[in-house]
């Protein structure tokens, strides 16, 4: 620390590093200008780190729960993201800004301690953007600006190791003899490789049915199909890939899903892998959720059920992802999704044990809803870039079009209240 800076505080370095660690992230944003030793410190790869342990130590400690909510309007024209309090109703707590216009559909494949992974889809003569996104900091990192037609799914983790933050993406290969293709990006080196070891999955023999990974003890995880001889049935089975020693490995799944012809989608509820599944019963009327929690990770005999959840009154449901108290969040529609005006969602929150169903009395549309757990952090605070500054004027467009079509709980305001709809239908999961 700088003797100018030493002088004003008259702090002990050890004091002032605790004082730091406590502020919240929109202070020390401001911090960083006040000179040159403070930018130095609160931009650091170490002090990042130590800072987001202590804020994940003080949500334990405070018993405080965020999550991160994505609703969009019906027609997918407008997008609105926000953090919200994994409480009983899922309370609002800051409204954030979109890094882009609205014209620009927008696929969110995760998050991970305070990062997103997004993709926004091309009108036009535009390229394809994979990027990363803070919304607490505000900065955004393109990390792929292609045609990503081919592209299945994308995950993002942590490798703590290495102290950084990794995405993984597998795409389809036209015209080869391998089907699957297997990239692996780093935040720390800001390039790609592609991964050559992967004979055994990328020859045909498996298919990718996830369009979203679940990340877990430093893996990412996603539901694939093995194709297999004549005579014996295609099996599900959960492909992990380690982040660390970035390598593959296989979790067989329950009995009752591995053949069954409804696929399976991979979750994260608490500290477990879960995977959930729908069922037909009542001659097709009613839908069973069944959902199954791997007690011991990677202990295949540890598969345990623990609910089935009758869902009724026909329709569609799609699974969003755990809360903290172990209650899944469902996206609801009634009637027929390729009607523009029944693509209308209605978020519900389920007890597995119970099996009682509470309306959140949230709504939009009911495709493109996303919903992950949240940290706060200052990861991309160092990675200062042009693409902010151009986000940040598109930003206050979004902001300008969303707030005048919006209510404090209802986000869309020429959406319907039905607390009546309970659809049930896998959907193949987004």
Known sequence: M???AKAFFCLSEELFDMILHKLPIKSLIVCTSVCKTWN????????VSSHLSHTISSYKENDTHLCLLRICSIDAAEYRFSLRFDDQDLIECTSLQFPYRAKYW???????NGLVLLMNGKFGT???RLFLWNPIVRKSLIISEKDLSALFVAGLGFDSRANDYKVLTVSRIM????ALKFELYSLNANSWKQLDDVEAISHGSVVVVSRKMAFLNGVLHFVALRRRSRGRPPMYLILGFDLQGEVFHEIMLPDGIVHNYRHPTVHVCGESLAVVRFNRANNGMDSILEIWVMKEYAVEGSWTK??????????CARVLGFRKNGHVLLSMNKGSAWLLRNRVGQMVSCDPMSQEIKDLKIHGNHYWFFFDSFVESLI??????????YFEVESRYMTGTLNNATSSRNVMDFVHDDSSDEGSEDLGED
């Open 380 to 389: 991309l605070l160092d990675k200062g870039n042009e693409l902010s500054r």
């Open 306 to 315: 623990l609910s089935n959840i009758n869902i009724s009154l026909g329709g």
């Open 106 to 112: 927008c696929h969110v494949f995760g998050s991970c």
């Open 126 to 128: 535009l390229p394809d």
């Open 175 to 178: 015209h080869s003899d391998k």
């Open 40 to 47: 130095s410190i609160i931009k650091s790869p170490s002090f």
């Open 2 to 4: 700088s003797d100018e």
